[in-house]
């Protein structure tokens, strides 16, 4: 609201005339100060926009990684399983009965390998008696990229 308040009346050239105060409007804005809120909004929203949709494919990714890694773990207990049957035993364990699978049903994206050396006891070095086992799933993140998760394990010729 406007205060207006009426001058004392004097003599002289001001008599009669009201004498008006402006006292600024309460809650509204002047063009100045609505062009600088959008200048900062201008500046401020695109950051906050690309953060958020980063958090978003970055919240997505754990149950990719997830079922990257079960997949990996089964494949993995299969060769664990192989090793200790009285069937197949430590000789079966070959690259070659382990092919690749470039894509596993029910998992669209995903593909795995497995990679089976024979090493010496220090695992380093070839030798034989151990065999380093590793799976690895490769499946794309939400950016579309390739990413990959590995297993890997020690499988022994010796059995108790």
Do not use: C, Q
């Amino acid at each position: 609201m406007r205060e207006i308040e009426h001058a004392p009346a004097v003599d002289g050239p001001s008599v009669g005339r009201l004498n008006v105060r402006r006292s600024r409007i309460a809650g509204g804005f002047t063009l100045i100060e609505t062009i600088a809120a959008i200048v900062v909004l201008a500046v401020a929203i695109p950051p906050i926009i690309i953060g958020i949709t980063d958090a978003h494919r970055r919240r997505s990714a754990p149950p990719l990684f997830e079922r990257a890694r079960w997949l990996a773990a089964e494949r993995l207990e299969d060769v664990i399983a192989d090793r200790h049957s009285s069937t197949r035993g430590y000789a079966y364990v070959t690259n070659a009965n382990y092919p690749s699978e470039t894509s596993i049903t029910g998992f669209t994206g995903y593909s795995r390998t497995t990679s089976i050396t024979e090493t010496g006891p220090n695992l380093v070095a070839a030798g034989v008696g151990y065999k380093a086992v590793t799976v690895t799933v490769t499946f794309p993140n939400p950016n579309g990229t390739p990413l990959s998760f590995a297993v890997a394990t020690v499988l022994t010729e010796y059995t108790p």
